[in-house]
T-cell receptor, first 116, second 110 residues
Framework: DVKVTQSSRYLVKRTGEKVFLECVQDMDHENMFWYRQDPGLGLRLIYFSYDVKMKEKGDIPEGYSVSREKKERFSLILESASTNQTSMYLC???????????????FGEGSRLTVL | GQSLEQPSEVTAVEGAIVQINCTYQTSGFYGLSWYQQHDGGAPTFLSYNALDGLEETGRFSSFLSRSDSYGYLLLQELQMKDSASYFCAVMNTGFQKLVFGTGTRLLVSP
């Protein structure tokens, strides 16, 4: 089974702190994604990556950056956390489209971040 | 721009059939996916439609009409465990990048 592991289920940080959210997948997927989920807003894409060292902005990239130094690992960075970044963060992965478009993303269990 | 609309909440009883609709507006369209998410859990994939018509997977079916920019998820023989949030999601570019709707909370009662 595909496994997407997010390093922390719950984090509490203070305003202005730098926050790292780590995600590792074990299925050799090319594509990796970071979404945030808020009540009533669904899942919104922050950044995605389709290859090592490649990144593309999603719909809400402001205040975030990402790093993909290895194929299996995709990190989300909040350079200076703010209270409006309190949210559930979901990492996902999928194989390259050329291997068959399935519309399927494999999600991690999520990291619930609270910024005080 | 792009937007997806789905009802915020649907209620039904065990054994019934429920349909969750999704209408979308996007620039570019590859297909429509459906995901289930239980409280506190990760979204899990249910189905994907790229072509018009009905796809059936056990108790769940998904329908797409590209000309109407419309799809639905049909859940039959509802069980209590089907109580969850259901999201439609459009793939409007390559890289399997999905744009999600705001979700429909399904409450199944005895």
């Amino acid at each position: 089974d595909v496994k997407v592991t997010q390093s922390s289920r719950y984090l509490v940080k203070r305003t202005g702190e730098k926050v790292f959210l780590e995600c590792v997948q074990d299925m050799d997927h090319e594509n990796m994604f970071w979404y945030r989920q808020d009540p009533g807003l669904g899942l919104r894409l922050i950044y995605f990556s389709y290859d090592v060292k490649m990144k593309e902005k999603g719909d809400i990239p402001e205040g975030y950056s990402v790093s993909r130094e290895k194929k299996e690992r995709f990190s989300l960075i909040l350079e200076s956390a703010s209270t409006n970044q309190t949210s559930m963060y979901l990492c996902a992965s999928s194989p390259l489209q050329g291997q068959g478009v399935t519309g399927e993303l494999f999600f991690g269990e999520g990291s619930r971040l609270t910024v005080l | 721009g792009q937007s997806l609309e789905q009802p915020s909440e649907v209620t039904a009883v065990e054994g019934a059939i429920v349909q969750i609709n999704c209408t979308y507006q996007t620039s570019g369209f590859y297909g429509l996916s459906w995901y289930q998410q239980h409280d506190g859990g990760a979204p899990t994939f249910l189905s994907y439609n790229a072509l018009d018509g009905l796809e059936e997977t056990g108790r769940f079916s998904s329908f797409l009409s590209r000309s109407d920019s419309y799809g639905y998820l049909l859940l039959q023989e509802l069980q209590m465990k089907d109580s969850a949030s259901y999201f439609c999601a459009v793939m409007n570019t390559g890289f399997q990048k999905l744009v999600f709707g705001t979700g429909t909370r399904l409450l199944v009662s005895p």
